[in-house]
């Protein structure tokens, strides 16, 4: 799941500065449960913003809150086609996919994120986050005992570890566990040390073609079904 | 045909009380049991709050005669409870007595208008009678009872003994009747019901009891020296002194039996012996009774039953004989049998055979009897074979409790008020959803065990020795500790739309009692029979799909909220500070309503239930509508729930962060909690509080100006 955290409030005050009438649009999937932008944040956000104004904070604000289910589709962003027209900007609590297909889609509308989109990760326990997946397009955890030496190394090599592993841990950070020490372990309760042995040669991130796309239907002569 | 009033008076009379629309809250365990149906959770969970006076509201709408019911009921309710299974159940009839006691029920009147030209006529003044007399004149009705006796109250006045029941409280309930306009003719045994008839009564009531002590059968039984149960209570209710000798047994294993010795002692017989042929498992009597029972020197002799009574030299001679316990009968009650050549002689001065009571309807009532002399009725309408003529109480049951007593009497009028306005008996309403199931073991394991707070009782030695009241009332601090321990059941947390919920699994996580859980389809499902309605979940839901069952916190925070704002606009009161405080325990006995009028500055309080519902957006919004500080005090460890203090934290430091980035000092918003053994400091805390607050509001003045 996308993980987030919110903005700081005196760089949300920055930004809805220019507008006077500030939709705080909230997305009731990855957002809520990072807890970053739900409603429960939405309503946060709302009443931290109103405070802002009642300590004097500059510019006076109409603020509104919406939670739609989910920002990063345009049938659900076509639930907002009401409201946008009494706004003069939405402040999206969505990550920068939900700001981004706010934009495609009211074309004359400023959208501003009101997130950092963090990474794609896994709560640890209630309120603390770890990154697991880097998106790399070239998946390897078949051969690390499904723990992703790109994300969980600091170096992200792809044979390790390296020489700055100690009882365990990262020579970057003492309470962080050096990911191959753990896909050592890992391979050795599988029986599959030998996976060890390899050599991966480095993988070159730059034939990455961005932005990325996938095609999942196949071309049909004829059809007109999306 | 209906008045404004006789709706009103209808809509009290439902057995069950009407919700409001999102009210989506199960009904308790207790209210099931209870046979009135009695609000028990919301006027316990008032008294925990320290509001007596609407505990006593909501007592007296489900219950004509609550002083009474305080004293003398059965309480099924707490035998239902399930906070028996986590360490011992509430002591809601305890409770009830002190909400009657310290609520002002001594000051309540009803009145009654009547509105209708039909009388009715009420046979008998036990508590069923005089509860249907009490609804009936509700509803508007010319209402006249007709007592045998010479006072009213029936088995209340003639069976119950004066210790348990105080005559004075059976003699207010009988006042505020007659205040009400019931008619009432004592001395007045009914001998015809065809003349109640010709006397005008479109209505009659029987509720005559069931006051004839039944016999063993076995020899020697109408020897005198032996007495049954019932008339022997009945005498000494009524003033006579019947001098029983050194040496009483009493026959039984009911209440009449424990009544009967217990008064014997009273009565300054030496040596108090009950013979019981069953053992202490089966006994019927209240086992509260039986302790106290034994306490006062009563001894019980299980597994012995008489045989044979002989009468020697003023003496009796009671053959008894020992029985041990054989094969369970059809209501599970394992049944004594007689063991052989076991016989043994007692030598006694009088015997009390307390083994039941009949009642005992003259012949010419013409009504249908069925089993055990009881008067036949339809259980749905109380009516009898004859047309006009109902019957409840004892009378339709065979002996029972004074609550059920009670629920005859209500339904009854509520059956006799159809049939007086022609029309079919409404069906009883159902309330929706009852909550039954035991508590699962890991919630129980997180439950924290608080013990059963014990009343005061006049040691033994000085009760024995007269009729005077032998229990005590709670004092507020045991009341309302008491009240804490109530599970609250059936108003637990649900979620309001499945499809709006992420399935974060948030609720999951924070619940403190491992309440919430996925089902196969991999919804979250908080489970009504489990959730301790604790309001964790409900504030830390990232989607807000969370609510309690009986929802009033959040918009009862916002409309306290709203209401300071008017007031300290109005007062002026600079700087202000507003403290969110539990209202549940010390709190509630305003314990800190006397700190907080000390304290420097405009202090505005808002009373929460519990502190673990204050969201994050009040703190705000406390700031927003003008506090220079606020302050959240609950009970810290003394909190009747786990990890409150936790999430109140949490929390704080959240709105904290925000206040920084607002360049706002974090320490405006502060966190109070008192300890299990002290909280004397909490009031020199918010001292030093409100002087800080004012230091920084005055700062803040001052670089107002630099600014300008």
Redesign the interface.
Known sequence: MIVAEQK???EIIRMIAPYERVLILGC??CM????AG????V??LH??L???Q??G?NGTHTISEY?L?RQCDTEFLDMLAGRINDVDAVLSLACGIGVQAISERFRQLPVLPGVNTSFMGM?N??GIWDERCAACGDCRLAETGGICPITRCTKGILNGPCAGTKNGKCEASKDMDCAWVLIYQRLENLRQLDSMRRYYPPRNFRVIPRPRRIVTKATVAGGNNG | MYSSATERAQSQLETRPKKSLSDHSFMPPCQVACPLHMDIREYVDLTAQGKIMEALQVIRNGNPFPSICAHVCTHPCEDACRRGQVDAPVAIRALKRFAVEFGGDRMIRPEADTTHDEKVAIVGSGPAGLACAYYLRKLGYPVTIFEAHSELGGMLRVGIPQYRLPREVLDTEIHRLTNMGVEIRTNARVVSIDLLLEMGYKAVFLTIGAHQGLKMGIEGEDSPGVIDGATFLREVNLGLKPSLGEKVAVVGGGNVAIDAARTAVRLGVEQVKVLYRRSRAEMPANEEEVKQANEEGIEIMFLAAPTRIRRRNGHLIVTCIRMELGEPDAKGRRQPVPIQDSEFDEELDALIMAIGQAPQAPGNFGVRLGKGSTIQVDPVTFTTNRVGVFAGGDAVTGPATVVEALSAGRRAASRINDYLNHRYPLPEKEAGDSLSGDLHPETIEAIRKVGRFEWLTTAPEARAKDFGPIELVYDWEAAINEARRCLRCGVGAEILSQDKCATCLTCLRVCPYHVPHLDASGSIQIPVDQCQACGVCVVECPAKVIALRKPHDRRHIDQELDHILQTAAQSNAKPLIIGFCCQYGLFGTGTLAGLWRGAKGGISIVPVLCTAKVEADHMLRAFEVGAEGVFIAGCGEQCARENTDFWVRQRIAKVRRTLEQLHLEPERLQCFTTTATSNGDIGQRLEEFAERIGTLHLASIIMQEVRK
Do not use: F, I, M
């Open positions: 700081k409030l005196d009731g999937t809520t449960v990072c807890g739900g409603e429960h944040e309503s946060y009443n931290a109103r405070l802002a009642a300590k904070s939670t289910k709560p326990e209630w």
